[in-house]
Every structure is written in C-alpha cells, then in structure tokens.
C-alpha cells in the first residue's frame, strides 16, 4: 500500500486529477451491476463469464446448424511472444485483453473493429521473470465499478478507469523477490475486489485476499497454511466434511515452521454463489515437491475452500490430496451448478482435480457426493472413500507403488497417472445446463518422479524433485476433450486429441461447445455428441480461454493464441517414453513442429446475410 | 559440420547409445574426452568436468546427478533434457559454443536479454545451493546431452555413489 500510494504521489496533479474521477466511478458504481450485468449475455463482465464459472452462454445466434459458417471478422496482435491463457471481456462497446509480462491492458473498441481505445504498461523489474514457474502468462483482468483491476506479475494490483486506462490506485500484494508472483485473474464482487498468488515451486506461503475497490485498502486476508487466526478459520464453525476442523487445524499437519515456506497458491479461478453468499477456490501443492522433506497431511494445501466474501470466514474445507506427493496442485476452478442426484435437487459444486478425480459436493455443506476418475488411465489411487463410517473417509486409497512418499528419496517412481501437470491443470471445463453435461478439456499424460533434498533458499526454486513426462500407455495422444456426468460421475463421450487440451472451453444455448488446442485449431463440437463441426487454425497454439459476446446484434467468438505456459515446457520438445521399446521413440511429435509463438486475439462470426 | 554433427548426435541419442562408442567431437570447451578422475569426478585434458560413460551405457555418478539437479533447477525454462522450450534455448546446443567458463558465469550472474520484442531473464544462481553445490555435475550432463553421448530421460544405469559425496553434499547444502 505504502508503495501505491508514493507511486501515486510521485505522478503528481494529473494524476491527483484521475484519482478523484476513478472515486466518483467508485461511488456510482455497486457490485449489484455485476450481478445484473452477467445476466446479459451480450457482455462478458468477467474472466469465468458469469459468476458459477460455468462459463455457457445464452447466445444462440450461432449453432449447430450454421456453426460450420463461421468467419473470421477480425484479429488483433498483442506484440508479445509468451504463453497466453486467460481470454478478453466484453462491457458494452469495449472488450479488454491483457498479456503476459510485461502485462499491458488494451480497451478495444467494437464500433471500429479493435481500434485501440487506450494501452496500460505498467514498469516492472525484469527479475520477477524467473521467478515465474511456468511462463510468464496472466489469465486477464477483472471489471467493477467503473474500473479495470490487473494483478501483475510482480504481485502490484492496480486499479485503472475503464474509461480512460488511468491508473486509480496500485497496491502490493506480496513480495516478488521471494518468489510470489500475480498471474491470475482477479474477481470483483460488490465492492471488493479477489486476488491470490502464484509461487508453490518457490515456498511461498498462500493466500486469497480481499482488497476495497474503492480505495485497494485490504479487507481480510485468508492464508492457506498456519494458527487459526491467519487463516480466518473457526475451530467449531468451520467445517470438513461434516464435522468442526477443531484448533490448530493446519499447524497440527506440518512439521516444525515447514508451513511457512509451505506452499497452497491460489492462482486458479475464484467463483461466487450470491444466495449462498460464498466464494469457492482451490489451494495449490504443498512446498516442496519431496514429500519426504514435509511429513503431514500439509493443511490445508490441496483444498477447496469456501468463504464468506464479507469478512474471509472459512465456511467449509476439503482437503483432496492431502500430503500431495505428485504436485497436483487443487486450483482448478470450481463450478456451481444446480443438478438432481438421487430425485433430489441439490446446489453442486464441481471440480476437476489435477489429480485426475472429478469431484462433486454440496456447495452449501461441502459434503462429498461423488469422485471419480474423469481419465481411465488414473493410477496413483484406486478411488476415494466414500463411507461416512471410515476413518479415511473423503481420502483417495493410494497405491503403494505409486507412492513417491514410499518410493522415497532419490528413487524413481515410475508409470504415475497423471503426471504433474494434472489430468486437468487451469484451462477451465464448461457446463451447459441444457445437456447438463459438463464439457472437460484433459491432459492424457504420465510421469516418472523421483524426490530429493532441496535446501530453501528465499526467491529461489525450491522444487526438490526430478519428473519425466510422456504419453498415457496406449495411444499416442496426449490429450481428451470429453463430456462429463457429474451426478454419475461417468465419461459421456471423449475426443482424443495429439496434444494436451490447454485451452477454456466455452458453451453455448446454440448447441455448441468451444476449445482451442495446441497446434492452435479453434474448434466448433457438437454438445450431444461431441461430433467436430467446425475448425481454424489460428496464429499460434491456443491456451487461452473461448469466449462469446454480442455487438451490434451479431454474435462473435474469440480466443487469444498464444502458445506457452506448462504445455510450452514439457511439449516444445516432445515427449518420449523411456519404457517404451525402441521401434516407438519419436513416436510422439513435438509440438515445436506445429507451431510457433505469439499473441494474437482471433474474432469470429457468421457471414453477414 | 558441427551442424551434421549435431543432426547426427540428435539421431544417436534417440537411440540407445551403443556400447563403446568413441565420440569425435568437440564442443565449446573442446574435446570432453575423460583423462583423469577424483573418485568418481571427471576431468578433461583441460581439467573442465566431463561425463564418463561406460561400455554397458553406465553413466557416471556425476552425470546421473547432474540430470536430477537439472530437472529440478533449470527444466521448468530450459524444456526437458536440455531441449528447450518456448522460451528459453536448448542448452545442448548452447553448450556447443559455451566453453566451461563462460557456462559457470552465467549460471552465476544470470543474463538479460530484454527489449520491445522479447523479455528473457536467466536468474543468478550465484547463491542458489541447489544449482551452485552441484554445477559441475549439471555442466557433466549437459555437456554429454550436448555431445550426444547419452539419450533423452533418465540415464538408466549410473555408477555407485562414491564415498566422498554425501560428506561433500552435507558440506554444501549446509
């Protein structure tokens, strides 16, 4: 904060100028706007399209029948090479995009094809690149109130008037030189905006944290690992699976001060439930990868948490892999939806884990419903109990041999599915309430990991493991597109695809559901049966999120291209598999031949009449 | 020829390495060929470090914790292997040209390369233990990963841990 505030003193009257327009935005401005402007599905007001992530649309200009049309209506070069996940908004006649670092912001104006309205960039010390794990991406920007909120690479959340792309107020989150770094998308309910951070392959300790957009001003902050107190949890009001945590929920789970270099980022997708009046978002890998060196079940990394977005209250808490020994990281996005089990309506909450299980509870109580495996080739646990009587109930029956815990140190585990960068990692599922399917974009991919002794050292890597990637037994894809039953927990159709699918879905009223992949191919499928009715090859791999809006009574989809991030590391090369026999190594391409880098939003829609 | 070389490496080591194989290769800190050892540490001629590899394709102790240091500290840019990745270079190509020097003072002091085009940042690792109290064995791999005397993934067979190493790691690591 002291850091904003000098910055904003430093730029003097004009700015002073811009801080009194961006306070009036502020006091016209109410977080019920948001709530009635996702409801129209002309806009797209957040990252996850509409506050349950969900991410379906309402639009139906384009469907099944006519998808095969589709045009492109114009593109934009963002200027810079890295990995782009995340995808723009829409908010009346203006969509905003950001980009990886050096994280700049442009308003576009839809009137005029993407003229660019106005460019943010903020200055930011080029040490904080390595310091990012897996590229340097960001997965967009946040609207409310009248402003643009960005959380940039070096942790900084800034605030800028959407109207002009004057910088409001800025505020530091936490400390880049020790390895957090700002990569994911904020979210703003009423009058507060979300952030969290990145940095579990460097010891950060995690956290979520509610800032005034008003004024940047912190409200609560939620940590992920240590006393009650810092993590806004009550030892008889919170509960897991049922029953109070009790105190000292996490502390009792971790050897000695480990939880302060403990990991449980929060770099995923945050949703909202307004009736609930809750917010849900996952925790990342416990730090570091050696299990060995963090005995415990490493509290509460690994966990869905839900929260009161008034005060950070934990509601509800549930650990999926507790002490993780294979980096499956708990961040992906949670969705909320209200489906039947068992004749019986019930408010859903459903995540796809990095650890290859689907999950689906009570979004209210957080009482699990049902887990399953959303890929066959899942290994490192045969299932999750179930029975409410079990002492290991809710706790997924590891299989020894998979086990890098029992394998122990500078031992090779071998043939662990998935591998580290999940079945699933960020790219966000869709749902569609109209097949009430939820539509899953999945890696296909397996691992050797082999732990060792890391030393800690602040701002460096603190990794402490050794993993080799390659293909699932059995095919050569890397990746699946499927449909998913959450109130079953079965797979209703699957499309392989040669690499892993590191891009958003999106669903639409049409009957059509989006995906990008890595050899950068916008794809159009069929919501029932998964039938491919339309493709382009855009600039670059896609590992950016689809989304749709309408301007002037046509409806567009667009999709940044990009290629990086994770998927930029472990495919760029290729992958082998080292237990192959001879005659299948090189079998796997690499996706080096299939495209190159650069940012580029690509705009589709239907031939003009 | 460096760059038949190098075809010709990338093809080997998509292979098994066969046994006994000599290598006629230079890289940037010349010819790797292994003169003498400190128990279980090469050397070349030059006294850079160097791999060992056996005639059943054991690797020496060095070069199989070199591999596990480099997973750990330098894949997640330098892409698997020594490969690359979107970007950061593949270091077996790198080290064609790095001599041994030149490697060490980048690992230490790190290297920019910022403009309106591209933001790549190589941290220093001066004081990173878990790069710095195993460089020499990083540089071992890479540099047999440069020369294609061994394959991609983990070496299968290594060379038993000498004694001095724990003793040397405890030291080290603190």
Redesign the interface.
């Known amino acids: 904060m002291k850091q904003g505030l000098a910055r904003q003193l430093a730029a003097g009257t004009i700015l002073s100028s811009l801080l009194l327009v961006g306070t009036a935005n502020a006091q016209t401005g109410n977080g019920d706007d948001i709530l009635k402007m996702e409801k129209n599905a002309a806009n797209v007001v957040m990252p996850t399209i509409t506050y349950d992530n969900q991410r379906y649309s309402a639009l139906d200009q384009i469907n099944a029948s006519n998808v095969a049309k589709l045009q492109v209506a114009w593109t934009f070069s963002t200027g810079v090479?890295?990995?782009h996940e995340g995808g723009p908004l829409v908010v009346g006649d203006v969509m905003y995009l950001d980009t990886p670092?050096?994280n700049a912001v442009f308003a576009l104006d839809l009137n005029h094809e993407g003229r660019i309205l106005w460019k943010y960039e903020p200055k930011q010390d080029?040490?904080v690149?390595?310091?990012m794990?897996?590229?340097?991406v960001n997965r967009g920007v946040a609207y409310g109130n009248g402003k643009i909120f960005l959380h940039q690479a070096d942790t900084t959340l800034v605030a800028l008037d959407a109207k002009t792309g004057a910088l409001v107020w800025s505020v530091k989150t936490d400390d880049s030189a020790k390895g957090a770094t700002g990569t994911e998308a904020p979210m703003v309910v009423k009058d507060k905006v979300y952030v969290g951070v990145s940095g579990g392959?460097f010891g950060v300790r995690g956290w979520l944290a509610a800032y005034s957009t008003s004024d940047g001003k912190q409200v609560w902050r939620g940590y992920s690992e240590g006393p009650d107190a810092d993590l806004l949890v009550d030892p008889q009001k919170t509960t897991s699976l049922g029953k109070p945590v009790g105190a000292d929920s996490s502390l009792k789970t971790w050897e000695g001060d480990q939880w302060k270099i403990g990991g449980g980022a929060t770099w995923g997708w945050y949703s909202y439930d307004p009736q609930l009046n809750l917010i849900y978002y996952g925790t990342g890998n416990p730090s570091t990868w050696n299990p060995k060196q963090r005995p415990g079940d490493n509290k509460w990394s690994m966990t869905i948490f839900a929260r009161n977005p008034d005060t950070g209250e934990a509601k509800w808490v549930y650990q999926m892999t507790p002490h993780d020994e294979w980096d499956y990281d708990g961040v992906n996005e949670m969705i909320l939806a209200d489906q039947e089990i068992g004749g019986q309506m019930r408010h859903l909450l459903v995540h796809f884990d990095r650890n290859g299980f689907g999950y689906t509870l009570d979004r209210a109580t957080g009482e699990l419903l049902v887990a399953q495996k959303y890929d066959p080739a899942v290994n490192w646990a045969t299932k999750v109990d179930m029975d409410r009587s079990s002492a290991t109930y809710g706790r997924p029956e590891v299989v020894t041999k998979y086990s890098t815990q029992a394998t122990g140190e500078d031992s090779?585990t071998q043939g662990v599915c998935p591998a580290a960068l999940g079945t699933k990692d960020e790219q966000p599922a869709a749902f569609s309430p109209d097949t009430g399917l939820f539509y899953v974009p999945t890696n296909h991919v397996c691992m050797?990991y082999?732990p060792?002794?890391?030393?800690y050292?602040a701002g460096?890597?603190?990794?402490?493991?050794?993993?080799?990637?390659y293909p699932a037994p059995g095919g050569n894809n890397m990746g699946n597109f499927i449909a998913w039953d959450a109130r079953t927990g079965k797979i209703e159709w699957s499309d392989p695809e040669q690499f892993s699918v590191w891009s958003g879905a999106l669903a639409t009223k049409g009957g059509v559901i989006f995906y990008g992949t890595l050899e950068g191919y916008l794809k159009a499928v069929d919501a029932k049966t998964g039938k491919e009715l339309y493709k382009f090859k855009t600039p670059s791999g896609i590992i950016g999120n689809v989304m749709t809006f309408e301007h002037a009574g046509r409806q567009y989809v667009a999709v940044m291209s990009g290629?990086?991030g994770w998927a930029?590391?472990?495919l760029?090369?290729?992958?082998?598999d080292?237990h192959a026999g001879?005659g299948a190594?090189?079998g796997y391409a690499a996706l080096n031949d299939y495209t190159s880098?650069g940012g580029s939003l690509t705009v589709f829609s239907l031939p003009p009449n | 020829m460096r760059r038949i070389l190098r075809k010709a490496a990338v093809v080997v080591s998509?292979?098994?390495v066969p046994a006994g194989t000599v290598y006629a290769v230079t890289d940037g800190s010349g010819d790797p060929a292994a003169v003498k050892s400190d128990d279980g540490k090469w050397a070349d001629k030059d006294g850079n470090p160097t791999f060992k590899i056996e005639d059943d394709g054991t690797v020496g102790w060095y070069t199989y914790v070199g591999?596990?240091r480099y997973?750990?500290?330098c894949?997640?840019?330098h892409?698997?292997?020594g490969?690359?990745?979107?970007?950061a270079p593949?270091l077996i190509h790198s080290l064609q040209r790095l001599t041994y020097a030149e490697f060490f003072a980048t690992v230490a002091g790190?290297k920019?390369d910022?403009s309106a085009?591209?933001?790549?940042?190589?941290?220093a690792?001066g004081?990173?233990?878990?790069?710095m109290c195993f460089i020499d064995d990083i540089y071992t791999y890479l540099r047999a990963r440069s020369d294609g005397a061994i394959g991609?993934?983990?070496p299968?067979k290594h060379a038993p841990k000498p004694v001095s190493y724990e003793k040397a790691e405890d030291e080290c690591?603190?």
């Open positions: 090479l890295r990995g670092f050096p080029p040490n690149i390595p310091v794990c897996c590229d340097t392959e090779n050797d082999e060792f002794r890391v030393s050292t460096q890597p603190y990794v402490g493991a050794t993993l080799t990637m290629v990086g930029g590391i472990g760029a090369a290729g992958l082998t080292p001879l190594v090189g880098l | 998509a292979l098994t591999y596990l997973s750990s500290e894949m997640h840019c892409g698997p292997d490969m690359g990745s979107s970007y593949a790190g920019k910022v085009s591209q933001n790549l940042v190589m941290p690792e004081i990173n233990k878990n790069v991609r993934g983990r299968e690591m603190g």
